[in-house]
């Protein structure tokens, strides 16, 4: 069965700080991997997408980036922190292709940036 | 692009009642899904149901069932018999059945308690 890991589950961070969140997937190849971040309260926002190793898709311009290495691996990152940065922060994984494919999400990381 | 709009920030419902929670969307596309997830105190979002856009007849998983007006945009959740375990957030979400990222757009969510 496909699992999804997220590390770390918890991150505090101050201002200017670098930041590396990273999720992988096991069980499966070649998925569509998505990085999430929602806000306390509020709906999930879409930051980036991949559809294969090295190409990455934006949705949101800002001071993160994302890249994805091997094929089963996903990396968010920021050179420097922002206090707007602070959020819950979700991976999520789905198969290629055609059908009503769900998205399988991850356990999140909580950010906070001081 | 589309957009998704949960009009109700919080419901409540009675354990054993029945309560549905209301999802609208805006879409020029003509095939896409639609879903409802469930995201619980622990924060990990779970899939409740899942609607093709094709289909006319509604979904249904148990006690959740959905009332899909394709015309009305509109993607509304039922949940009989409710239990304390069903208290969550929920939202709803619309993929295009279009492209290859397969991307979710979700709305702001509805958050759900039940009353013992």
């Known amino acids: 069965s496909q699992t999804i890991h997220q590390w770390p589950a918890t991150l505090v961070q101050p201002v200017g700080s670098p930041l590396s969140l990273e999720c992988t997937v096991e069980?499966?190849?070649?998925?569509?991997l998505y990085w999430y971040r929602q806000a306390a309260g509020r709906g999930l926002q879409l930051l980036f997408y991949?559809?294969?190793?090295?190409?990455i898709s934006s949705e949101v311009p800002q001071n993160l980036s994302a890249s994805r290495p091997q094929d089963r691996q996903f990396i968010l990152s920021s050179k420097k922190l922002l206090l707007s940065d602070s959020g819950f922060y979700l991976c999520?994984?789905?198969?290629?292709?055609?059908?009503?494919?769900?998205?399988?999400f991850g356990p999140g990381t909580r950010l906070t940036v001081t | 692009a589309q957009t998704v709009t949960q009009s109700q920030p919080e419901m409540s419902v009675q354990e054993a009642e029945t309560v549905t929670l209301s999802c609208t969307y805006d879409?020029?596309?003509?095939?896409?899904?639609l879903f409802w997830y469930k995201q619980p105190p622990s924060r990990q979002m779970i899939l409740v149901i899942r609607q093709e856009a094709y289909k006319q007849q509604n979904a249904t998983e148990n006690r959740f069932s959905v009332n899909f007006q394709k015309a009305a945009k509109s993607f509304s959740l039922k949940i009989s018999d409710s239990q304390l375990g069903d208290a969550a957030m929920y939202f709803c979400a619309y993929r295009s059945a279009y492209g290859s990222a397969r991307q979710l757009t979700f709305g702001s969510g509805t958050q759900l308690t039940v009353l013992p």
């Open positions: 069980g499966t190849s070649n998925p569509n």
């Open positions: 879409t020029s596309e003509s095939d896409y899904y």
């Open positions: 991949s559809v294969g190793i090295g190409q």
């Open positions: 999520a994984w789905s198969l290629k292709g055609g059908g009503s494919y769900e998205q399988y």
